[in-house]
T-cell receptor
Framework: DTEVTQTPKHLVMGMTNKKSLKCEQH?????MYWYKQKAKKPPELMFV???????INESVPSRFSPECPNSSLLNLHLHALQPEDSALYLC????????????????FGNGTRLTVT | QQQVKQSPQSLIVQKGGIPIINCAYE??????FPWYQQFPGKGPALLIA?????SEKKEGRFTISFNKSAKQFSLHIMDSQPGDSATYFC???????????FGTGTRLQVFP
């Protein structure tokens, strides 16, 4: 089982709802990430937190709002989403940035399958 | 220049076969090349990774071959099993950047 835990596993929400995705890791990693993955596509980077500070926002719409309360937790707050936002949302962590380097590989959770109706 | 091109898109082999998945890149600053395996309904899991100063790396039945001059790398799965059926992503990153660039993925099916 993955050491990055995401909740909930599945989420269905209407376009006017507000919901949050949660991610937790206890590996002592200092970098955490949100990715979005559409069916049959690779993961797309959304946000990077390094030492609890937002270091990258890949021009993500403001209806997605990340939060890193501490080094182990990462949230993604969702508001007024569109049906095209339906996807698998993956959280990942690495010991430090840069992400995915040989000495700091990226570890993914199993994702939250989000459906926007 | 930031792309990683992956082929084939899908691959079907029989049990015991040796599927090969290829990736190519342009950015010579890339210095880390991992492969991820993803099963349906799960997140990608790191399978094996290589640095450009070696030409081959083996871990169990999985081998990465790396050709620095051609800017290509490939994944070979020896004695493939039905349990290897998954989507495989190659990726690349450069030192001091905050992005891991993924290939487009290869869906592998291994039939008994």
């Amino acid at each position: 089982d993955t050491e990055v835990t995401q909740t909930p596993k599945h989420l269905v929400m209407g376009m006017t709802n507000k919901k949050s995705l949660k991610c937790e890791q206890h590996m002592g990693h200092r970098a955490m990430y949100w990715y979005k993955q559409k069916a049959k596509k690779p993961p797309e980077l959304m946000f990077v937190y390094s030492y609890e500070k937002l270091s990258i926002n890949e021009s993500v719409p403001s209806r997605f709002s990340p939060e890193c309360p501490n080094s182990s937790l990462l949230n993604l707050h969702l508001h007024a989403l569109q049906p095209e936002d339906s996807a698998l949302y993956l959280c990942a962590s690495s010991q430090k940035t840069p992400p995915g380097s040989y000495n700091s590989p990226l570890h993914f959770g199993n994702g939250t399958r989000l459906t926007v109706t | 220049q930031q792309q990683v091109k992956q082929s084939p898109q899908s691959l079907i082999v029989q049990k015991g076969g040796i599927p090969i998945i290829n990736c190519a890149y342009e950015n010579t600053a890339f210095d880390y090349f991992p492969w991820y395996q993803q099963f349906p309904g799960k997140g990608p899991a790191l399978l094996i990774a290589i640095r450009p100063d070696v030409s081959e790396k083996k871990e169990g039945r999985f081998t990465i071959s790396f050709n620095k001059s051609a800017k290509q790398f490939s994944l070979h799965i020896m004695d493939s099993q039905p349990g290897d059926s998954a989507t495989y992503f190659c990726a690349a990153s450069a030192r001091n950047t905050d992005k891991l660039i993924f290939g487009t993925g290869t869906r592998l099916q291994v039939f008994p």
